[in-house]
Nanobody
Framework: QVQLVESGGGLVQAGGSLRLSCGVS????????MGWYRQAAGKQRELVASITSGGSTNYADSVKGRFTISRDNAKATVYLQMSSLKPEDTAVYYC???????????WGQGTQVTVSS
């Protein structure tokens, strides 16, 4: 059974930083592409950042230069370092496995990030 467990969300002031973590079990983590999605209230879920099994990264334009995705294969964990946070970054953030043909497959339960102005 695949499990993804996010942590690290919370309330932060604009300009602040947070680091999200996602621990993964039930799969061979090192061969899986991973991603972070977010969903703000009343909006569609969107891809924030992704990282391939080889370490190549991709970011949404809205977070480039502010967010960094990384992975630790030994710990089966993917991270999202978020800096210079803005109120518009407020959302529930989800960790996913990403199939290169099917897109996001397994999802975590989500962690709330709230950025106050």
């Amino acid at each position: 059974q695949v499990q993804l467990v996010e942590s690290g969300g919370g309330l932060v002031q604009a300009g602040g930083s947070l680091r999200l973590s996602c621990g993964v079990s039930g799969i061979i983590f090192s061969i899986n592409d991973m991603g972070w999605y977010r969903q703000a209230a009343g909006k569609q879920r969107e891809l924030v950042a992704s990282i391939t099994s080889g370490g190549s990264t991709n970011y949404a334009d809205s977070v480039k230069g502010r967010f960094t995705i990384s992975r630790d294969n030994a710990k089966a964990t993917v991270y999202l370092q978020m800096s210079s946070l803005k109120p518009e970054d407020t959302a529930v953030y989800y960790c996913t496995t990403i199939h290169r043909r099917l897109g996001p497959t397994n999802w975590g339960q989500g962690t709330q990030v709230t950025v106050s102005s």
